[in-house]
């Protein structure tokens, strides 16, 4: 076999292992990305769906924006009349399924943001996963009365 073959082989071979290996947040279409915006310095929610496309669970366990000083991963829930929200390590996304970000449900909740954020305002977060690949997704904000994104 002649160098120039081989080395194309070779790098055919590379690509095709590095494939193999693709890393989760590749895996993960993210739709329906909003946030709605409290008045004053409240904590913004944020929601989104994100769908799996892999053969395996992929855990979202995180994000960050540039927007806010912190952001965090919480669930909410209602028992015996009684509502709480708990921050949670991760939240797992079914292969070939989906997790639905919503309110009164799973979301992201967004600390001190570093500027006024309002209705209309595209906002970036970066998604994270616990293989520790990352989504940038832009969310739209929403007014304090929003029930959903609005489409």
């Given amino acids: 076999m002649k160098p120039r073959s081989m080395t194309l082989l070779l790098a055919a071979g590379l690509l095709l292992a590095g494939g193999a290996h693709a890393t989760?947040?590749?895996?993960?279409?993210?739709?329906?990305?909003?946030?709605?915006?409290?008045?004053g310095d409240l904590p913004a929610g944020a929601y989104v769906t994100l769908e799996n496309g892999s053969d395996r669970a992929i855990s979202l366990s995180g994000a960050?924006?540039?927007a806010y000083a912190e952001v965090m991963l919480h669930h909410s829930s209602t028992t015996g009349?009684?509502?709480?929200?708990?921050?949670?390590?991760a939240l797992e996304i079914p292969a070939h399924g989906k997790a639905v970000l919503a309110p009164a449900g799973y979301h992201l909740m967004?600390?001190?943001?570093?500027?006024?954020?309002?209705?209309?305002?595209?906002?970036a977060l970066l998604l994270k996963f616990t293989d520790g690949s990352t989504l940038a997704a832009d969310f739209i904000a929403r007014p304090a009365n929003a029930l959903d994104d609005g489409r």
Avoid at 34 to 39: A, T, Y
Avoid at 110 to 123: C, E, F, N, R, S
């Fill in 110 to 123: 967004l600390m001190q943001a570093h500027k006024p954020v309002k209705p209309g305002d595209t906002i």
């Fill in 24 to 39: 989760a947040a590749g895996h993960i279409h993210a739709s329906h990305a909003w946030i709605r915006v409290l008045p």
């Fill in 81 to 89: 009349g009684m509502s709480r929200m708990t921050m949670v390590d």
């Fill in 64 to 66: 960050s924006s540039p």
